[in-house]
């Protein structure tokens, strides 16, 4: 059986991984010219299951020892004392192992153990689709037994087999701004935090030296068109106070600037005929406050076990319904965690100050209480049980 997967960062590799693994022949193709490794991109959480498929993949090790080193945050406010918290306070209300990772090393590490025997094609993309065959950019010409869509919240994969993304895009009211810039903070390994009504940025450092990577969540309940930079600084303007002013006038040099409204992608079922989609593509459940990541990774492991055990339909089937509950989980998460982390309003910004000042004085209880975001991205894994690792390569 011939698996043809477009997506190289997280949901792709893992599936491609655990398909060898059953036996399967893995061609994927990618966008992006290369593996992603350089510094990093963001930083992405690994909760509970996610964390057991990465130990199944033999990479715990690796992939701890490449986890993100911020162990304390610090919210700056003006003319007042900056608040510093360990981050593991912040962590206190997730249940079971986490990791935080950036998300390229993550998706190198991913790419290293599955390159011997996947066929990688980057700097590529498919341009038509008919059942599981596929015409790429390339000009070749895949005869597949099953295509995946494992490529994020813009999939292609989606667009050609299930229409425009608007169909299934919701829209939280949010948007989200990432770029690198000198550390001009100079706050070390500290996260630096700033809020505001409607606004919170993070100033964190990479993984080089002298860098670091500003973040920024805005609420704007009107959808915003037109250059991402200049709807940033006029949303944010000088409302966080010269810290950030300062952060802000790197913004017109920084070279990989993101920007994107905070959605989530909500569809019925996410596969039709040969096709189906794994991860953000069939159910980001919103870039930065989701915890796509984790549900990227144990549902890419439950569709390769899923197709290990009977015809491609069938297992499809199955995967949905391993699926349905957690997705559904999924999508009450980035409004909490929006809520909890994006004050609508001052009362709100003075609300999150105390939170923060008092949170390593309380008891453990409740500070598992007040960090779970309700449930939050850790238990929406809970009801998922991986299935055994299974077949050993063939
Ligand atoms: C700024 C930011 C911050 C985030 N913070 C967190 C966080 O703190 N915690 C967390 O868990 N998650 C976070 N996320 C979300 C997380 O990155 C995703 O949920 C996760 O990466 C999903 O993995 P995936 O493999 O499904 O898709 P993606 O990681 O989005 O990967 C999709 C891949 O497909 C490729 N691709 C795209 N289109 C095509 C195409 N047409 N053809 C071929 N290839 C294509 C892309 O280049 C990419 O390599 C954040 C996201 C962003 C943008």
Redesign the pocket.
């Known amino acids: 059986m011939h698996a043809l997967i477009?997506?190289?960062?997280?949901?792709?590799p893992?599936l491609a991984y655990w398909l060898r693994r059953h036996g399967w022949r893995v061609t994927v193709?990618?966008?992006?010219a290369d593996a992603?490794a350089g510094d990093g991109?963001?930083?992405?959480?690994?909760?509970g299951p996610a964390v057991d498929v990465i130990e199944r993949m033999g990479l715990l090790d690796r992939v701890r020892e490449a986890r993100t080193r911020n162990d304390t945050i610090t919210l700056f406010r003006e003319g007042r004392a900056p608040i510093t918290l360990a981050t593991a306070d912040l962590a206190t209300g997730i249940p079971g192992r986490h990791i935080?990772i950036m998300?390229g090393p993550l998706?190198g590490l991913l790419h290293e153990v599955t390159r011997d025997d996947v066929d990688y094609r980057f700097g590529?993309?498919?341009e038509r689709l008919d059942g599981a065959t596929a015409v790429l950019s390339s000009g070749d010409t895949v005869d597949a037994d099953l295509v995946v869509g494992?490529?994020?919240?813009?999939?292609?994969?989606r667009?050609l087999a299930f229409g425009p993304e608007e169909r299934y895009r919701r829209f939280l009211g949010a948007y989200?701004a990432?770029y690198t810039l000198p550390d001009v903070l100079g706050t070390g390994p500290t996260v630096a935090a700033f809020t505001a009504p409607g606004l919170a940025a993070t100033v964190y450092p990479t993984l080089t030296p002298g860098l670091s990577r500003a973040?920024f969540l805005v609420r704007s309940q009107q959808e915003l068109r037109g250059d991402g930079k200049e709807i940033l600084r006029g949303l944010a303007g000088d409302r966080l106070g010269p810290r950030v002013a300062a952060v802000l006038e790197h913004l017109g040099a920084a070279g990989d600037f993101?920007f994107?409204d905070i959605s989530q992608i909500r569809m019925d079922s996410w596969s039709r005929g040969p096709v189906t989609l794994?991860?953000?593509?069939g159910y980001?459940?919103g870039?930065?406050?989701?915890?796509?990541?984790?549900?990227?990774?144990a549902a890419?492991y439950v569709l390769a076990a899923e197709l290990a055990t009977g015809p491609v339909d069938d297992a499809l089937r199955r995967y949905e319904a391993a699926l349905a509950g957690p997705v559904r989980h999924s999508r009450r998460i980035g409004p909490s965690v929006l809520g909890a982390i994006v004050p609508r309003n001052r009362a709100q910004v003075w609300l999150t100050a105390q939170a923060t000042r008092l949170l390593p004085r309380l008891p453990r209880p409740a500070r598992r209480w007040l960090t779970s975001f309700g449930g939050g991205?850790a238990a929406m894994l809970d009801g998922l049980v991986l299935p055994p690792a299974g077949a050993t390569r063939s």
């Open positions: 477009s997506g190289a960062s997280v949901a792709g893992v193709v990618e966008r992006a992603r991109g963001h930083a992405v959480d690994l909760f935080e998300r998706a590529t993309v498919i494992a490529d994020g919240l813009h999939s292609g994969v667009a989200l990432v973040l993101y994107d794994v991860g953000d593509a980001g459940p870039p930065a406050v989701g915890g796509g990541t984790s549900l990227a990774a890419a991205p």
